[in-house]
């Protein structure tokens, strides 16, 4: 492949090729399991590379938007198999970038290979509709076309299903693409690229630029020639991203932050909602957007509740991802893990509980990862820190209310609005839940994480753009619509 040049080497892939970055500089992606351990080494890219990618995919544009939808396609079906084929490599970097288990990063691999297919076959979709014109002498129908190129810019947390569920409907209806990547996890993001350069996908067509967020992500959403940018991140650079492109007139996609609920009735059944509680807020260490962050629980059942949790956090075996034992890694970089002591330390300064947990690991096999204990906070108010803000890793506030229109005017007492769940066996709870919970995700019964590829996936509040990603949702974003009238 072109793209690595030597062991441990990336480059970035402009215009069908492997290319040095100008500067002449690489960036170290280290394992967070093991900080002495440098899993390879990245461009340190400047405005003159992501130039050269912006020309690339400009000029391959109008020659792969004349492509029928199905030849695109084809090219999807191509990297899905190849990525299929390289499942176990692909899986296991992304584990040694990032943290999370083998297991989750295997399954991720298994979603990025499934939403190229699902993209796939969208090329073979209708794009437009016949509408009914006034006059009985004229035709009048629409069509989507593409925006031109795409600015993609993803983070560390999901560095195999983001890239692809964003890359895959820009490309199959017609767009070109240039990724930025998180750089805490760019080999697996190149390793992906190389699947699309195994399956000849057109010189051009889709370009991958490594380098620091205040340089390259700032002028891929501010550069004129980039016609759309779709990001996932953090709040305070979506925001900033989202003025930019405003500003020159870009359409823009933004994916944020979540502060997610869980509600426990007191009709729940409380081994499923322990299980789903754990699940949604310790796997990959609590850095999923979606992750459950606030446990609200009705009183007469919160006693019994938590001492279920605190027997099942209690088993979990945390340790390196590659490690068949372990169920939860470490923090994906040494910045995440001080940020989320920070949290830590802010619930205990304000006067929360700390049930369990709370300690960095450093002894013996943790000594070099960046590791900490699942976290349980309890006597959480909704004025405080870890009520209110998002810390992006396994700490979890529980919260006692006496109804479930407490729980619910609780669980909406936050900036965010991405995904939210219930335990119950109420029919009227679950009711309740749907019409009046303000997120985007409701889920009954099942963990606040997760998403399935075919259906529309974003928040509501503060937690994205009010757009959607992710199955037929995703053509809203990646095209126009053109309306045609024609006169006989």
Known sequence: MTISVQDKQYLNFINGKGVPSSSQEMMESLNPANKKEAVGYVQKSTLEDLNLAIKAAKQAQEKWKRLSGAARGQYLHKAADIMENRLDEIAECATREMGKTLAETKGETARGIAILRYYAGEGMRKMGDVIPSTDAEALMFTSRVPLGVVGVITPWNFPIAIPIWKIAPALVYGNTVIIKPATETAITCAKIIECFEEAEIPAGVVNMITGSGSIIGQAIAEHPEINAITFTGSDRVGKQIGQQAFVRGAKYQLEMGGKNPVI???????????????????????????ATSRVIVQHEVY??????????????????????????????????????????????SEGATLLYGGRQLTDGEYENGFYVEPTIFENVESHMTISQEEIFGPVIALMKVESIEEALALANDVQYGLSASIFTTNISHMLSFINEMDAGLIRINSESAGVELQAPFGGMKQSSSHSREQGEAAKEFFTAIKTVFIKS
């Open 264 to 290: 426990v009735a007191a009709d729940a059944d409380l081994d499923l909602a322990v299980e789903g509680t754990i699940s949604g807020a310790f796997r990959s260490t609590g850095q999923k957007c979606t």
């Open 303 to 348: 006693e019994k509740f938590k001492q279920k949790l605190l027997a099942k956090t209690k088993e979990i075996t945390v340790g390196e991802g590659l490690n068949g034992e372990t169920w939860m890694g470490p923090c994906a970089s040494e910045n995440q893990l001080q940020t989320v002591l920070s949290y830590i330390e802010k619930g205990k």
